[in-house]
């Protein structure tokens, strides 16, 4: 069964080996949530509350549209 | 003898967080005394009139079951959870306890199973309504919690597993 996708796509797994190899343990221990739930987001089957995606991208110290994208219904 | 946790790594195997064992085994629970239910108490009502069917104890023990099951159920899905963890050598902390995203998934099932159960709660009135045996309305109810245990639980697997 296919995940069922969200509009929201992320760039979570680069930026953890851009950022010295963390793993998906590491950011859920930064960020105080599972590491099931990282692994949610980073496939795109849960699209976190803004307030976390905020914190997400303080930890890779990006701007938050670095991390997370919006996809519109017409692909852009 | 000590055995040093570990942090999981990226390729370790992801496991179920205390929260979505319990939704399987409150799913697996309900499904199955009510199967138990209905096996016995389905002949029953179609062997004899309706008034004289003994419904009263069989869903006292479904209910029952279902309740004492899924905490029991539950208590040891997290031990297990946790002793499997621990065989790995990954460290439990952090791996099983529920965060946002559990209560996310929580909410949503609630809300669907709410949805249902409030539905068949209509049916529940219109049969008092209209005078009908207690076996019906108290079967009725019995079904509502049913249907809304099985979107539920249903609604939350889908969640953790295909996202939502």
Redesign the interface.
């Known amino acids: 069964?296919?995940?069922?996708?969200?509009k929201v796509t992320n760039r979570i797994r680069a930026l953890r080996f851009e950022c010295g190899e963390m793993?998906?343990?590491?950011m859920?221990?930064r960020l105080?949530?599972?590491?099931?739930?990282v692994?949610?987001i980073e496939?795109?089957?849960?699209s976190?509350?803004l307030e976390?995606a905020f914190e997400i991208a303080r930890l890779f110290k990006r701007p938050l549209d670095d991390v997370f994208r919006y996809q519109q219904e017409d692909g852009a | 003898m000590s055995h040093e946790l570990r942090q999981p790594e990226d390729d370790d195997p992801v496991i179920m967080t205390v929260d979505e064992r319990s939704v399987w085994v409150y799913l697996a629970v309900v499904t199955i005394t009510s199967v138990a239910y209905f096996a016995v108490v389905v002949p029953r009502a179609l062997s004899q009139p309706i008034g004289d069917v003994s419904w009263i104890t069989p869903m006292l023990w479904a209910i029952g079951v279902s309740i004492v099951g899924t905490i029991v159920g539950s208590i040891f899905g997290s031990i297990g959870g946790a002793i499997g963890l621990a065989i790995r050598g990954i460290e439990p902390k952090g791996q099983l306890e529920g965060d946002l995203r559990d209560k996310d998934i929580k909410r949503l099932g609630d809300s669907r199973s709410a949805l249902v159960s409030g539905a068949a709660m209509l049916g529940v009135l219109v049969l008092a309504m209209i005078g009908a045996d207690l076996f019906w309305i108290g079967n009725l109810v019995f079904l509502a919690g049913t249907a809304g245990a099985f979107v539920e639980g249903v609604t939350k697997i889908l969640a953790y597993r295909r996202g939502f």
């Open positions: 069964m296919p995940p069922k996708p969200t793993t998906q343990a590491d859920a221990e105080g949530v599972t590491r099931q739930t692994i949610a496939q795109g089957k849960y976190p509350s976390m």
